[in-house]
């Protein structure tokens, strides 16, 4: 069998060097017109739901929650280029949401790493080390100026230093919300079509106060094939994938999907991680 020759990173050497040290990278990928699409296609399925919420975190590959007019976003090669250099080949999508919030909405979160669905027993400290392998990527893409994700550098390498540990306490989970401010976050101001990727186990969260205008974001997470899967393998909820839904999609969101549910076949170490993912989105965030 002949071997495909990967193909050349669209990423520098300078830009992977930021990203393994400092945990994030942005880059404009959508233009103008695709924006406008997406929102239009945001406000078109607010409209024909009757979609009251002034905040919510929409699973929009899911039946019964899907928005057909921004689905394929995890079919975009300009996305899927900047995954492949940061992860390596055979990207599969392994997570889809829509963050929505009108202006006026009191937006904050607790500063976190995102092992908040896993049993404390179960959180490796070798996971915030400079060695280990993060075979999973996150995206922000804000369709509207989205200044809501904070994050401190570097942290994905590293444990939680004092300050940190003085407002976590002794989990690595999430601080309060009232915690006083982290001397090292950054905020990360994106533009409409601008995509942030990020080490989600850095010490992030995403904060706006009161948003002084609409939030429209996509959220991704994206795994390769190349390598093992990482605790966030299998956020999708899988499950909810019939032929029936599948035939349902656009070819290219069809396919992604089906890769995904070949690739979570062969990995069924990650099922309890889903399984407490699920609770997870359950119990401590009201999705739609």
């Given at each position: 069998m002949t071997q495909s020759t990967p193909r050349p990173s669209v990423l520098s050497d300078a830009e992977l060097t930021f990203f393994r040290e400092q945990g994030y990278l942005v880059r404009k990928l959508l233009d103008d017109a695709t924006v406008?699409?997406?929102?239009?296609?945001?406000?078109?399925?607010?409209?024909?739901?009757?979609e009251t919420q002034r905040m919510s975190n929409l699973q929009f590959l899911q039946p019964g929650k899907a928005i057909p007019g921004i689905q394929d976003i995890?079919?975009?090669?300009?996305?899927?280029?900047?995954?492949?250099?940061?992860l390596g080949e055979r990207i599969i999508v392994d997570g889809a949401s829509l963050f929505y919030g009108d202006a006026g909405v009191d937006y904050r979160q607790g500063w976190h790493r995102d092992v908040l669905q896993v049993p404390d027993d179960q959180v490796d400290q070798n996971w915030?080390?400079?060695?280990?392998?993060?075979?999973?990527?996150?995206?922000?893409?804000?369709?509207?100026?989205?200044?809501?994700?904070?994050?401190?550098?570097?942290?994905?390498?590293?444990?939680?230093?004092?300050?940190?540990?003085?407002?976590?306490?002794?989990t690595e989970k999430m601080a309060p919300i009232d915690a006083p401010e982290l001397g090292d976050g950054k905020q990360i101001v994106v533009q409409p079509g601008e995509a942030v990727f990020y080490n989600n186990y850095?010490?992030?969260?995403?904060?706006?106060?009161?948003l002084q205008d609409r939030r429209i974001t996509i959220h991704l997470g994206f795994h390769s094939a190349e390598h093992a899967p990482t605790l966030h393998f299998g956020?999708?909820?899988?499950?909810?994938?019939?032929?029936?839904?599948?035939?349902?999609?656009?070819?290219?969101?069809?396919?992604?999907?089906?890769?995904?549910?070949?690739?979570?076949a062969k990995h069924p170490e990650v099922n309890v991680f889903h399984a407490y993912h699920q609770q997870f989105l359950k119990k401590e965030f009201k999705t739609t």
């Open positions: 406008a699409r997406y929102v239009a296609a945001v406000d078109d399925s607010r409209r024909e739901r009757g995890v079919c975009n090669e300009g996305v899927l280029d900047v995954c492949r250099g940061l915030f080390s400079p060695d280990y392998h993060y075979n999973y990527v996150q995206m922000n893409m804000p369709l509207t100026t989205d200044g809501c994700l904070w994050i401190v550098p570097g942290s994905h390498r590293r444990q939680l230093n004092a300050e940190e540990r003085a407002i976590f306490g002794n850095a010490v992030h969260r995403g904060y706006g106060g009161v956020v999708l909820d899988h499950t909810e994938y019939s032929l029936e839904y599948l035939e349902s999609l656009a070819p290219c969101v069809r396919e992604a999907l089906r890769a995904h549910l070949v690739e979570r």
